[in-house]
């Protein structure tokens, strides 16, 4: 008898099971001509793909560059190409051409990709300020190619499980009331609020993810360049604290650029109401600002990219111009 109950609860369960065909992506909620803000996005994408792109042509062609810590710049470069080509043209599909309607399974892949790794890209960076100001005669021992092309594999794999696991939570649950995601993107916490049944783990899995990905990397990034504090403390010469300090400003402004708005927004968002509208705003400069910005402060403006640029280029005028006399 408490079979054939278990056979008959199991059947009703599967029974009220509803998954979507589609979901709904509202965007902005009441607000005029807001077509001609996703104009913006759709400016910054395109000096974005050109920046971190000539930023990777620039990495490959030159051998000088293929280094630890360009190793790491090149790996920023294509989390920022990779993250905003997953986003910013379904975005623009969606509102500039009203096609607000995303197919369920496009919507979990959308999910997963938009999901960024720039978080502990940027703890990989801070390890290599670190040993180069506290351990300078052991940097080259310590910070080699092997040992950062293991810490970035371990990276993009522990951090795509973790996002292939909250992504998997998504299919398990009913959709049978509204399938409106008040977002302008398959937002994770958006769209699993949208379940009839029980959310709790999927809660669970967004705040733990939180934590991995913006919560731990920044307070790593503090711990190492406390230690830097420290070891500057001990130089005698003041110029020589300025000069290796100057070391890290670019790197401590892309901390501060990617983590502080989306710290405060996703903390916003976990503890209290924060209206979509907001909510999409403050989003949609997380995903723009970082990628545009980050080649232009940490690499494309230094002395070794720029003779790199000018190394390449005056390379293939001369080759053109053998090429041209034959």
């Known amino acids: 008898c408490d079979t054939v109950n278990e056979h008959k609860s199991a059947t009703m369960s599967n029974a009220t099971f509803v998954r979507p065909a589609k979901f709904y992506l509202s965007g902005f909620t009441n607000v005029p001509h807001v077509k001609y ?7 910054v994408y395109i000096m974005t793909v050109l920046g971190n792109g000539l930023l990777l042509l620039v990495i490959y062609l030159d ?18 190409l990779c993250g905003s080509t997953a986003l910013r043209p379904k975005v623009l599909d969606t509102f500039l051409f009203d096609n ?12 997963f990709f938009v999901w960024c790794l720039q978080s502990w890209t940027l703890v990989v960076m801070a390890y290599d300020r670190f040993i180069a100001i506290c351990f300078p005669l052991r940097y080259h021992s310590i910070v080699t190619k092997p040992a950062i092309v293991a810490m970035l594999l371990f990276v993009w794999f522990f951090l795509l499980s973790l996002i292939t696991c909250m992504v998997g939570l998504i299919d398990r649950l009913s959709f049978c009331g509204s399938v409106v995601i008040q977002s302008f993107y ?31 990397p920044p307070a790593l990034i503090a711990l190492t360049y406390i230690c830097i504090a420290i070891a500057l403390s001990r130089i005698a010469s003041g110029k020589e604290r300025v000069k290796a300090f100057k070391t890290c400003t670019s790197h401590l402004i892309l901390v501060a650029i990617f983590f502080l708005p989306n710290l405060s927004t996703n903390i ?12 999409i705003i403050n989003y949609t400069l997380i995903h723009t600002i970082p990628p545009l910005l980050n080649p232009l402060i940490y690499s494309l403006k230094t002395e070794e990219v720029l003779n790199s640029i000018k190394k390449i280029c005056k390379k293939n005028g001369i080759s053109s111009i053998n090429l041209s006399k034959k």
């Open 37 to 43: 803000f996703y104009i913006f996005p759709c400016f």
């Open 186 to 216: 398959c937002d994770h916490g958006p769209t699993f609020r949208l379940a009839c049944n029980d959310t709790s783990v999927n809660y669970k899995m967004g705040v733990f993810i939180f934590t991995v990905m913006l919560c731990f």
């Open 63 to 80: 051998k000088t560059l293929h280094t630890p810590k360009y190793m790491t710049v090149f790996n920023l470069a294509l989390t920022d």
């Open 100 to 111: 607000r309607y995303i197919v369920y399974e496009a919507c979990l892949t959308n999910m």
């Open 268 to 279: 916003a968002a976990l503890t209290s109401y924060i209206h979509p509208n907001a909510r």
